[in-house]
């Protein structure tokens, strides 16, 4: 009899959901970066051993919204909380517990969901201090088990995939067993190219990027071709994504497609256009296009 079902991931911005979700799959299926609200919809990382498919529903860290597309974003994370067969609340190690995590544990205890919880980055932590932060991740009383984990190293990851795996319904697989995610392929080559911007920004900027794929064309000689847009929220943002002499928009570009090339196992052309679109996150049509429900 297998077993299969959906874990949601919920954590504060940055405590390494995406990480966690590309590590247990096994392949990059997220982006991942230093700034917080690297996520922005959520993403499913699918699972699969010899008799269970675990399907992680990767969430926009939880924050308090600042505008429709946080709006959005937070009333998505809800939703997915409670239709979720278990729920894997993500703990940042390097930072004391705070307002920010009681918000989430309540979250959790309200959408009555059987939940694990992983206290991630003890690779930064000594013996001491991993106990005290266990200690205080126990003190947040959350129902279920708490396992101290490293997505980076993938130290205490096998006992975490156990547990999730018990909390899971009987029942057939969800995805083909060679799934590893469900995300369509220009928006997996939006996601990398906006992974690139954010390495290489700070402050504001890596909020008011956004990527669109317009475009991808099979070229006679092999090649794809793919054209995307990089949507800045100003003139001044644009500028400073174009960079001096295009140098910017050109290394983002280079990296970009050397992932993309990776991703999809062939060669590719990358033709990027930064273009300014002023209040894109207000802009409700747009969000809706763009996939943030
Ligand atoms: N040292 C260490 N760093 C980690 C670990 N897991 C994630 N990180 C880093 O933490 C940062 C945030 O990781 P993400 O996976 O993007 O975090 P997230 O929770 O998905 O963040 P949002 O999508 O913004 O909510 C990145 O710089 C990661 O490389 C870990 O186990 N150890
Ligand atoms: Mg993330």
């Not at 309540?106 to 003890?122: D, F, Q, R, S």
């Not at 092999?222 to 500028?239: D, H, I, N, P, Y």
């Amino acid at each position: 009899m297998t077993r299969s079902g959906f874990v949601a991931l919920a954590g504060r911005p940055n405590a390494g959901k995406s990480t966690l979700v590309n590590r247990i799959v096994g392949r990059k299926v997220a982006i991942v970066s230093d700034k917080p609200q690297t996520t922005r919809r959520e993403i499913r990382g699918i699972a699969t051993g010899p008799d269970w498919q675990l399907v992680l529903v990767d969430l926009p860290g939880v924050q308090r919204p600042r505008d429709p597309l946080t709006e959005r974003m937070q009333r998505r994370v809800e939703s997915v909380l409670s239709d979720a067969d278990a729920v894997l609340f993500v703990l940042n190690g390097e930072q004391q517990i705070g307002a920010g995590d009681r918000f989430i544990a309540a979250a959790i205890e309200n959408a009555h969901v059987p939940a694990v919880t992983a206290l991630n980055k003890v690779d930064r932590l000594n013996q001491p201090r991993t106990v005290t932060a266990l200690d205080a991740a126990a003190d947040l009383g959350v129902n279920g088990e708490i396992f101290p984990v490293s997505a980076r190293s993938g130290a205490g990851l096998d006992p975490l995939v156990e547990q999730l795996v018990s909390l899971l319904p009987k029942g057939p697989f969800l995805y083909p067993r060679e799934d590893k995610s469900d995300q369509p392929e220009h928006v997996r080559i939006a996601e990398l190219v906006r992974e690139q911007v954010l390495l290489r920004t700070r402050e504001e900027l890596p909020h008011a990027v956004e990527v669109e794929v317009d475009e991808l064309e099979e070229r006679e000689d092999g090649l794809l071709v793919v054209r995307a847009r990089v949507w800045a929220e100003t003139e001044s943002q644009k500028g400073i994504l174009v960079g001096a002499g295009g140098r910017m928009v050109k290394a983002v570009g280079t990296a970009a497609r050397k992932e993309i090339e990776q991703l999809l196992d062939r060669r590719i052309h990358l033709d990027l256009h930064v273009r300014v679109r002023k209040g894109w996150r207000r802009d409700e049509a747009l969000l809706d296009r763009l996939g943030i429900e």
